[in-house]
């Protein structure tokens, strides 16, 4: 079957939507990036029914979003662009917001520098940026969980890892973004919004 499902997706789900109710109450048009199996673009669509959400991935990655968005019948759910972040052909048009989520351990450093990059060319002054995931603080794990889940991802590829909050945030602010908030989330996890200036 083409419908993926991530348990992951599930639980943290509800979570993210408490802080993006908040986060993106005055925006119209989001950018998901890496929509993975659709389960998150789904679920935020007909929770906050304001909002067009654009989902977006790896082609390979795209029958499962078609699926859940089949599934949905939304009608502000769009069906997934393709955007790789090691050649990424960014659409044309702007958006309110960028939402991502478990990503940014999973490229390679470059690639997410690609994605900030990316975000800054779409949206406006004003324009957030939100980044779900682990992270360390100070080249610090926040748990021996993440600390287990960075080796874990090491081991399958040297250049996945979880990402150092401060690496984040230099790269956030060269590509023209300023913290907005750091939202503790559960299982270790954080939430990052940024605002281009």
Known sequence: MSKQ???ACERNRQPILDVLKDELAACTRVLEIGSGTGQHAVFFGAQLPQLMWQTSDLAQNHPSIHAWIQEAGLPNVLPPIVLDMTDAA????RFDAVFTANTCHIMAWPQVEALFAGAAHILPPGGKLCVYG????AGKFTSPGNAQFDASLRAQAPHMGIRDIE???SLAYAQGFVMQADHAMPANNRLLVWQRI
């Open 90 to 93: 960014w659409p044309s048009e």
């Open 167 to 169: 690496a984040m945030q």
């Open 134 to 137: 682990p992270f360390n603080y």
């Open 5 to 7: 499902f991530s348990s």
